[in-house]
């Protein structure tokens, strides 16, 4: 199994930056695709970006340009770190992780609990 725990979400205005991390631990040599989805009230969950072990990345339409996603493997953490934050990028992070690089969220096995970030207009 692999755990996975988010942390750093919160509030920030509108334009503002911030940084969320997920740390791993268990068996993460099945965690050779790390992910992070976002979920809006109502909303399904959508995909904003996955990082290969190697570092290939794949980023979703809204957030290119502006969100970051990276890992250290040695610490066994990801991150995503964003920019330019509007309030449709509110919602609740989960962090993932797979052993393919896909965009579907239902490929993922392993999932974090969630972290809200709040975007203020």
């Known amino acids: 199994q692999v755990q996975l725990v988010e942390s750093g979400g919160g509030l920030v205005q509108a334009g503002g930056s911030l940084r969320v991390s997920c740390a791993a631990s268990g068996r993460t040599l099945s965690t050779n695709v790390m992910g992070w989805f976002r979920q809006a009230p109502g909303k399904e969950r959508e995909f904003v970006a996955s990082i290969s072990w190697g570092g290939s990345t794949n980023y979703g339409d809204s957030v290119k340009g502006r969100f970051t996603i990276s890992r250290d493997n040695a610490k066994n953490m990801m991150y995503l770190q964003m920019n330019w934050l509007k309030p449709e990028d509110t919602g609740v992070y989960y962090c993932?992780?797979?052993?393919?690089?896909?965009?579907?969220?239902?490929?993922?096995?392993?999932w974090g609990q969630g972290i809200q970030v709040t975007v203020s207009s």
């Open positions: 993932a992780a797979a052993t393919r690089l896909i965009t579907d969220y239902r490929g993922y096995p392993y």
